[in-house]
């Protein structure tokens, strides 16, 4: 570094923030979502709008991308049903479910990644699940 450089020291305290990090349950890393899709299940409304809360899942490989990206679609597909008392069809949570819940990784066309991105960014996607590049470019 130069000797004159400017040095800035600023909090970066984000109090509407919250990071949380668990340890890999037994039964796997799919295991690790059934509470997050439990309580988004809560919060849903009728027409499939979850109140206030954005995730971000960050997965190591592409294929775990779509792997939990599938699991919690269908641990929240589930709990809608019976939060319904069965008034929903799987089919129909399932989509309400996936229309909540994005994939976003390299090998997905530009179209499809910058769809998901602005939906995550302007709320219409609650849940992003990503490679670690999501947000860098």
Same mark, same amino acid.
């Given at each position: ?6 040095? @800035?020291?600023?909090? $970066? ?19 690790a979502? *059934?509470?997050?899709? *439990? ?9 499939? @709008? =979850?109140?206030?809360? /954005?995730?971000?899942? &960050?997965?190591?490989?592409?294929? *775990?991308? *779509?792997?939990?990206?599938?699991a919690? =679609? ?12 069965? @008034? ?9 479910? /996936?229309?909540? =819940?994005?994939? &976003?990784?390299?090998?997905? /066309? ?14 219409? =996607? ?7 590049a $999501?947000?860098?470019?």
């Amino acid at each position: 570094m130069h000797p004159n450089a400017t040095i @800035a020291k600023k909090s $970066f305290d984000r109090p509407n923030l919250k990071i949380v990090i668990k340890r890999k349950p037994q039964n796997g890393p799919r295991g690790a979502f *059934e509470p997050l899709a *439990e309580e988004m299940a809560k919060t849903m409304n009728a027409k499939g @709008a =979850v109140s206030g809360k /954005s995730t971000i899942v &960050y997965c190591a490989t592409r294929k *775990e991308v *779509e792997d939990i990206t599938a699991a919690i =679609v269908s641990n929240l597909a589930h709990h809608l049903v019976r939060q319904s008392n069965n @008034a929903l069809t799987l089919d129909d949570a399932t989509k309400l479910a /996936s229309s909540n =819940v994005r994939p &976003y990784h390299g090998a997905m /066309s530009i179209p499809h990644r910058t769809e998901a991105h602005t939906d995550f960014l302007i709320g219409k =996607v609650t849940i992003i699940v990503a490679t670690v590049a $999501f947000g860098m470019g």
